[in-house]
C-alpha cells in the first residue's frame, strides 16, 4: 500500500488499512485523492517526511509521538491526531484544516503561519504555543489551555473557546469576531483594539481589563462583569448589556448602545 503523491511516493508500512480503501486502490476515485485514510506511526511518517512526502491528509496518527519532529508545511488536513504527542514539534506553515486534535500535547509546538481553520482541538495543551499569523477561524478549541501562548495576528473568527484558559495573553487586534468566549478565563487578558463583534462574552469576569479600542459591535455582555474595565473608545454599538456590571469602568470616548 502507498500514499499517492504527484511528485514523490514512499512506501508506508500501516498499523491498519482499510480493505475498502485496498480494493479501489488502483481506481480513479484513489488516483484523483493523494491521500489515504490508514493508521501509520511517528516513525512512518518522518521517514516519508525526509524522503519528500508532504501529503498526509486524512491519515490516522492518534496518540503517536511527534515530539521535536520537524513537520514543517506538511499537510495534514483531517488527519487524525486526537491525544498525539506533539510537544516542541515544529508545524510551521501546516495545514491541519478540519484535523481531529482532540486532548493533543501541543506544548511548545512551532505553528507560525499554519493552517487550522476549523480544526477540533478541544481539550488540547498549547501551553507555550507559537501562534503567530496562525489561522484559527472556526476551530473548536474548548476547554484547551492556552496558557503563555504567542498569540500574534491569529484569526479566531467564529472559533469556539469557551472554557478556554486564556489567562494573561496578550489578544490585543486579534479577529474574535463571532467568537464564544462563554465561561473562558479571561484574567488577566489585553484586549485593546481587538475586533469582538458579535462575540458571546456572556456572564464573564472582566473586571479590569483593558479593552480600549475593541469592537464589540452586537457583542453578548449580558450579565459581564465590567467594573473598572478599560473601555476608552471602544464600540458598543448594538452591544446586548442586559445586566452587565459597569460600575466604574472608564467609557471616555466609548459609542454606546442606543436606548
Not at 37 to 64: H, M, P
Request: aromatic share 2%; proline share 2%.
Amino acid at each position: 500500500m502507498k500514499i499517492q503523491e504527484p511528485i514523490f511516493t514512499c512506501p508506508i508500512q500501516p498499523k491498519n488499512i482499510l480493505t475498502e480503501i485496498e480494493t479501489r486502490e488502483n481506481s480513479q476515485e484513489a488516483t484523483a485523492n493523494s491521500s489515504l485514510n490508514t493508521t501509520v506511526t511517528g516513525r512512518d511518517l518522518k521517514r516519508c517526511y525526509d524522503q519528500g512526502q508532504r501529503n498526509f491528509s486524512r491519515i490516522d496518527l492518534a496518540q503517536e509521538n511527534l515530539v521535536w519532529m520537524d513537520l514543517s508545511g506538511v499537510n495534514l488536513s483531517q488527519a487524525n491526531l486526537q491525544q498525539a504527542k506533539l510537544s516542541a514539534a515544529t508545524l510551521k506553515g501546516a495545514n491541519l484544516r478540519e484535523a481531529n486534535l482532540q486532548g493533543a500535547n501541543l506544548r511548545s509546538v512551532d505553528l507560525k503561519n499554519a493552517d487550522l481553520c476549523g480544526a477540533h482541538l478541544q481539550g488540547a495543551d498549547l501551553q507555550r504555543a507559537d501562534l503567530i499569523n496562525t489561522n484559527l477561524s472556526g476551530a473548536d478549541l474548548s476547554g484547551a489551555n492556552l496558557t503563555d501562548v504567542i498569540f500574534q495576528k491569529v484569526n479566531l473568527r467564529g472559533a469556539n473557546l469557551r472554557g478556554a484558559n486564556l489567562q494573561g495573553l496578550d489578544l490585543s487586534q486579534a479577529d474574535l469576531t463571532g467568537a464564544d468566549l462563554t465561561e473562558a478565563n479571561l484574567n488577566g487578558v489585553q484586549l485593546q483594539d481587538a475586533q469582538l463583534c458579535q462575540a458571546n462574552l456572556s456572564g464573564l469576569d472582566m473586571t479590569h481589563l483593558n479593552l480600549s479600542g475593541a469592537n464589540l459591535r452586537q457583542a453578548n455582555l449580558s450579565e459581564a462583569q465590567l467594573s473598572q474595565a478599560q473601555l476608552y473608545g471602544t464600540d458598543l454599538r448594538g452591544a446586548n448589556l442586559e445586566e452587565a456590571n459597569l460600575d466604574q469602568a472608564k467609557l471616555a470616548g466609548a459609542r454606546l448602545p442606543q436606548p
